[in-house]
T-cell receptor
Framework: GEQVEQLPSILRVQEGSSASINCTYENSASNYFPWYKQEPGENPKLIIDIRSNMERKQTQGLIVLLDKKAKRFSLHITDTQPGDSAMYFC????????????FGKGTSLVVHP | DPKIIQKPKYLVAVTGSEKILICEQY?????MYWYRQSAKKPLEFMFS???????DNQTASSRFQPQSSKKNHLDLQITALKPDDSATYFCASSQEPGLSNERLFFGHGTKLSVL
């Protein structure tokens, strides 16, 4: 199966600065990498994803980078706001019948005003 | 208006009892999943179902049994409950099984506390 490592586990930043979360995976066949945001007491929600045929994707203040050689992908949040404070989870998955996205352990992002 | 309904939202049970967690999705999806979230293991994959058939089971204990009476239902029966089973159980769905670039939609979870 897949193993996903996510760092850091806790990230504190000042409002307006950028925040970066890094994940690594083991299975070179993994080809889809979504990111989920989970606010306290809520369910995880997809915020951005990237497929293995891309190296970079950007949307609404979020940037995802993928380095297939290094089996590493990262989420960068630019101009952080207090509303960005939440748990963030990366995941990796592989096409095939047994589709089961494997999640990292999460990063608690705290944006200080 | 939630499209994935999980019942109940909160559940308290005594050790040794049996409970059923309900999940229904109204997204027209063909694949459904159960994940468990606790402080020890955030978002841990448990089961995946495709067209009402079990695709993958990563749960070591047979005390956890998924049940699918309809394509849009995937309930989770837990027997002989233990305090370690305390967690939030999330049901999720995706459009089609086996496609890697399919986003998961999560229900709001059932928070289970075993005393």
């Amino acid at each position: 199966g897949e193993q996903v490592e996510q760092l850091p586990s806790i990230l504190r930043v000042q409002e307006g600065s950028s925040a970066s979360i890094n994940c690594t995976y083991e299975n070179s066949a993994s080809n889809y990498f979504p990111w989920y945001k989970q606010e306290p007491g809520e369910n995880p929600k997809l915020i951005i994803d990237i497929r293995s045929n891309m190296e970079r994707k950007q949307t609404q203040g979020l940037i995802v980078l993928l380095d297939k050689k290094a089996k590493r992908f990262s989420l960068h949040i630019t101009d952080t706001q207090p509303g960005d404070s939440a748990m963030y989870f990366c995941a990796a998955s592989t096409s095939g019948g047994n589709y089961k996205p494997t999640f990292g352990k999460g990063t608690s992002l705290v944006v200080h005003p | 208006d939630p499209k994935i309904i999980q019942k109940p939202k909160y559940l308290v049970a005594v050790t040794g009892s049996e409970k059923i967690l309900i999940c229904e999705q109204y997204l027209g999806h063909n694949a459904m999943y159960w994940y468990r979230q606790s402080a020890k293991k955030p978002l841990e994959f448990m089961f995946s179902y495709s067209y009402q058939k079990l695709m993958d089971n990563q749960t070591a204990s047979s005390r956890f049994q998924p049940q699918s009476s309809k394509k849009n239902h995937l309930d989770l029966q837990i027997t002989a409950l233990k305090p370690d089973d305390s967690a939030t159980y999330f049901c999720a769905s995706s459009q089609e099984p086996g496609l890697s670039n399919e986003r998961l939609f999560f229900g709001h979870g059932t928070k289970l506390s075993v005393l």
